[in-house]
DNA sequence: ACCATAAGTTCTATTTTAGAACTGTCAATA
DNA sequence: TATTGACAGTTCTAAAATAGAACTTATGGT
């Protein structure tokens, strides 16, 4: 499968994926939420190569998630912040922020703590449904197709169908 | 930079990108959270090369997120199962989910839906503080080093600041 | 004239991935 | 007995992506 194949296809994780599902572009993210804006910056605080970065600024740009603002003008230099679309991502990188927080600290624990301003509190990310509150875990949440379902989509029989037929037959 | 050295990162972004962060495990897991749990059936569902799909496999295991089942003694063959630590990922997964529905669907709609068991309802995922209960923002959020943070890390000048200083001294 | 800042681009060597074919084990079938 | 199919990989070569370093362009300061 090709990157660009990706998002075409229907299926709201991998479209994501193909945006920020590779080895670079969630740390540089991870940047822009600490106020990080600028070419040299980011590749001093991450240790990119130059070329990468460049390329995955770009890429970023192109979907939207960070949009290119001149500080200056000669020569023209550019400051690269987060769109509504790219602020929206906040919930992605403080859930996988908080996975790593629960299972992947060493001894000396959390290398960050974060603190709500609204309350005062250190806190934890918690997900919860958008209609009872309660918080959420794949246990108790039923997946149905939806309006952009893929077509006339045959369940494709599975290895442990198969299995199981011939069981049943022998 | 490698991609091993992201583990010892002190940065549970970073550490949980080397665990999740390439093309396939995220989509190899998608697969786990909707059931599927022999090789053929990743194969099959998700186009990846057989290659990558025992090395990303072997990795996942490596990591504790998935776990090898055994499900036939001859020949000896296993199923893929989420552990604890993997079904902990599914924060991650809904928010990538999420985001893709809002940012990412075409014309169509939305691929999926997902209805809360415990309510009966079609819902959202909403990510809030464990504290208050109020949903998050980057805005109300402020970062502390935490026990764990990089020893004696002395505020590196940016780019910005050096610009500044340069500025002010001109 | 010379150096520094800033944001890239270009180059080669190495690593990773794609795509297809092959291997090994066992059960059922002809 | 020989053959076929299921299943879970491994091996191979070609193509693509990445690492690492040097180079470019434009400008301002000493």
Known sequence: MKWDALEEEPCSLARTVAVIGDRWSLLILRECFLRIRRFDDFQASLGITRHLLADRLKKLVRFGVLRKIPYQEAPKRYEYILTQKGLDL?????????????????????????????????FDPVMVCSECGEPLS???????????????????????????????QG
């Not at 990188?93 to 624990?109: K, P, T």
């Not at 794949?138 to 011939?166: D, N």
């Open 90 to 122: 906040y919930p992605i990188i403080m859930s996988i922020v908080h996975w790593g927080n629960i299972h992947m600290v060493d001894a000396r624990g959390r290398p960050l703590l974060h603190e709500h301003k609204s309350c005062g509190k250190m």
């Open 138 to 168: 794949a246990k108790h949440v039923h997946v149905h197709p939806g309006p952009g379902a893929r077509r006339s989509s045959p369940v494709h029989a599975s290895a442990r169908e198969r299995t199981k037929r011939a069981a049943e």
